[in-house]
């Protein structure tokens, strides 16, 4: 077991029965973040917006003969019950989760039940949790679980299990799907590769996987999707990776033309989104394969539209480039662009607050995830911020957070101030209907199958009339670009109908608060 950590166990394994053993599953709940969409999941009739991938993964590695339970949190209660009937409680979660996490913590120690936790959380924060958990389950499942396992059967578990490497995800298995209720989740998600090729110094996810991106053979990312498939999902697909074009090679010569031939085959079951970096403007190949693959949606890390502010914080693929028609040429053929943006660095002056409404104005891009810079444990960033005793705290990982962890170089009420500003600017009715019309008017979405009407499509359109048209204190925004889509782009009204729902959590995030 070269490379493990070893440490005296808490909990006497030796005395479960570890044949038929009974395991609970928990994925801890959300705050209201701004990928939680908790405003307007019950107008699709969903409960929450993704299933938790990476617990529904690890179940499928665990002995078959076990008693598996997975209790979503975001979807079901947890039931005290539940923690009773069970023999070890698994748990993972993401640094947002931590709040949710600790109570959890709390609930099952108090009945007696041993803790195995894995995951980012606990795989960059352990030792936060070093007195509470039974076992920790650090890294990536593919490289460490089976050594946990061998060790529960022997009874002799220990504290942390962790190995310095990145294991190949050629082998991972498909999720445990029969452990959650699909209707429940707004997507599904799947993962082709793990890594970025970047090192964005605030990001952690060279610290998670690495830097060079593995990816799965064609046969298992096709098998993923029978999968889904097979289970009857008919929605949309969230490809979670790091950065999709990390390996462009194997994507497009291999993944991009088996999920064509089967999505042609299944006659397009499916729409996908997923994260990519902004160098996927310069291939022009790799996007009319993505776009005929049935990628709709892509989130890209835009975070500045200064330089110096790039520099800063390594986002050397963002340089000496224009963004804006960068942005544009994803738009014309056929994506819808999500982009993330980030104030407080070093090199931001109070300029930057409205460099960023307009850049982010200018460029269409209707859902822009806008935050404070915060130090995740591990990242670059947070060395340097520590080793300058700067650092105050250990991050929230919220993405709406009003509350640095660092002290930055700008007045802090400045900061705050302005990026209220930004938020409150961006999804006010004029603004933001504004920014829909700028993307519309860019957007050439490919013709597909014409989907068939769900109920939720009438319920979203009587709530998009109904709040943004009639109760919104805006509405004649609204009205104006309802009615220039049906005159003048009627293929793209049902974006329309969409943003102004989406508009409904914004709001109540950032505008109402």
Not at 339 to 364: A, H, L, M, T
Not at 383 to 396: F, N, P, W
């Amino acid at each position: 077991m070269n490379g493990l950590k070893e440490n005296n166990e808490l909990y006497n394994f030796s005395n479960i029965n570890k044949k038929n053993l009974k395991v609970l599953l928990v994925y801890p709940q959300y705050p209201n973040t701004f990928w939680s969409f908790q405003s307007i999941l019950k107008i699709l009739n969903k409960k929450a917006a993704f299933p938790p991938l990476g617990l529904l993964t690890v179940a499928a590695m665990l002995p078959k003969e076990w008693d598996l339970k997975l209790i979503d949190m975001n979807v079901e209660n947890l039931k005290d019950s539940d923690i009773i009937s069970t023999d070890v409680v698994f748990i993972s979660a993401m640094i947002v989760q931590k709040k949710s996490v600790k109570e959890v913590v709390k609930r099952v120690k108090k009945l007696g039940k041993p803790i195995i936790a894995g995951g980012p959380l606990f795989t960059t924060g352990w030792e936060e949790f070093i007195d509470d958990i039974d076992s920790l389950v650090l890294g990536e499942a593919e490289s460490n679980l089976e050594y946990f396992l061998n060790d529960l059967m022997s009874g002799n578990v220990k504290k942390i299990y962790e190995v310095g490497e990145f294991p190949s995800i050629s082998k991972t298995v498909n999720p445990r799907w029969d452990l959650i209720t699909m209707k429940h989740y707004n997507s599904m998600c799947l993962q082709i590769s793990r890594g970025c090729p970047f090192n964005c110094d605030f990001c952690d996810i060279v610290k998670l996987n690495g830097r060079i991106p593995r990816i799965k053979s064609k046969e298992q990312v096709i098998s993923e999707l029978e999968t889904l498939y097979k289970n009857g999902w008919k929605g949309g697909v969230f490809f979670v990776d790091d950065n999709l074009i990390g390996n462009q090679k194997i994507l497009e010569t291999e993944i991009l033309p088996a999920i064509i031939n089967w999505q042609k085959k299944r006659r397009q079951p499916f729409l996908f989104n997923t994260q990519v970096s902004i160098n996927l403007a310069d291939k022009p190949e790799l996007i009319k394969l993505m776009v005929k693959a049935g990628f709709t949606t892509v989130f890209v890390g835009i975070e500045s539209p200064q330089e110096e502010s790039l520099k800063e914080c390594s986002k050397y693929q963002n340089e000496n480039r224009n963004l804006v028609n960068s942005v544009k040429i994803l738009q014309n053929a056929g994506f819808e662009v999500q982009g993330g943006f980030i104030v407080g660095f070093d090199n931001d002056s109070p300029r930057i607050f409205q460099k960023q409404i307009e850049f982010i104005q200018k460029s269409g891009i209707v859902t822009a995830m806008v935050g404070l810079l915060t130090a995740l444990p591990k990242t670059k960033l947070y060395q340097r911020l520590k080793d300058a005793g700067r650092l105050t705290k250990e991050s929230s990982g919220s993405n709406t957070g009003m509350d640095l962890n660092f002290l930055p170089k700008m007045n802090k009420d400045t900061l705050m101030e302005g990026y209220k500003k930004i938020v409150k600017t961006i999804y006010s009715p004029k603004e933001y209907y504004q920014r829909v019309k700028t993307f519309l008017k860019e957007f050439r979405p490919p013709l597909r199958k014409v989907p068939k009407l769900h109920l939720y499509y009438i319920k979203a359109l009587f709530a998009s009339i109904w709040y943004s048209g009639i109760k919104n204190p805006g509405k004649k925004y609204y009205w104006n670009l309802f009615f220039w889509s049906i005159f003048k782009r009627p293929m793209v009204f049902p974006y329309v109908i969409g943003t102004s729902i989406t508009r409904m959590h914004f709001s109540k995030l950032y505008c109402e608060s």
